[in-house]
């Protein structure tokens, strides 16, 4: 592990000015906010990350779950993962968060990740993690050694020929069905970014990974008043029950009125470059009975763009059967 300074400001402004003077917000940064480090770490242990300067935001008030005037909910930066999932709310009013919170990691990866660093969290990418390996994301220019090469686990939604590398996130799938809202401060000034835009996808900049700049720091997360009446699931398939990254999950909000969907907010985790919301499954349940003909016509719509690998063409049919099954578990019982 390379040698760097700790940085331990008194408050968000200036955590900020120290990491606004970063050259870049690209991997190799030379400045990283520091909260619960449980994927910073790991990569800087590997040479993967490589900052000089690490700002630690533990101790800056950005702790708390709050209820925002309109009903809805406001979860600071460094809320750990564990505290939002048990959250009174949060398991009542919006609990495809909860129960997608406690499909991700293991009991002390969560009692450690925060809500900012899951935003941030890093493609599993094995060639990512290896130096020795050519990667556009960690070294732009050098190559995807993934493209013919290991690629199981990796992305069928959204790749490019510069990148096919899965998100990894669980909380950030649930979260863009509940249409949270990303609050940023930076040097000039605070801004809100809806979930959907935060991500972006690998084009021919897969080292950018969100639109956040240098010097920005995710303050909170917002979730609207929640839905009545909606019911909601995460579903995560993968190799393993527990301590294991999603090969496909769904998250399903979904309202109904006798007889039809009346609402439906649908995302996809494990098989997009970016948590994968998807409106084309949305619009085929509206307005349709919720039966098993409905819901397999929305899983088709959801996954007819897929784009897969050489080892990973058994994740179109797994996310069809995912979203499909989580759909059933959301209007039986
Ligand atoms: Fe790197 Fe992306 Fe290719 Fe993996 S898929 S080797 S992260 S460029």
Known sequence: ???????????????????AGAKTAQQGADIRFLAGGTTLIDLMKLNVETPAQLIDINRLGLDKIEA????????????????????????????????????????????????????LQR????????????????EPGTGCSAIGGSNRTLAILGASEHCIATNPSDMCVALATLEATIHVQGKNGSRAVPIGDFHLLPGNTPQRETVLEPGDLVTHVTLPPPVAGSRQVYLKLRD???YEFALASAAVVLSRAPGKVTRARIALG?????????????SVLVGQPANDATFRKAAEAALRDAKPQSENAFKVELARRCLTHALEMATTG
């Not at 592990?1 to 200036?14: C, G, L, V, Y």
């Not at 493609?123 to 960690?138: I, L």
Request: proline content about 5%; hydrophobic content about 40%; some cysteine.
């Open 1 to 19: 592990m390379h040698t760097f300074e700790f940085i331990r400001p008194k408050n968000p402004a200036q955590a900020i000015a120290v990491a």
């Open 68 to 119: 925002t005037p309109d009903g809805g909910l406001k979860i600071g930066a460094t809320v750990r993962n564990s505290d939002l999932a048990y959250h009174e709310k949060v398991r009542r009013d919006y609990s495809v968060l909860s129960q997608a919170l406690l499909a991700g990691a293991s009991a002390q990866l969560r009692n450690m990740a925060t809500t900012a660093g899951n935003l």
């Open 123 to 138: 493609t599993r990418c094995v060639y990512f993690r290896d130096t020795a390996m050519a990667c556009n994301k960690r």
């Open 240 to 242: 393993r029950a527990s």
């Open 270 to 282: 494990g098989v997009g470059t970016k948590p994968w919301r998807s409106p084309e499954a949305e």
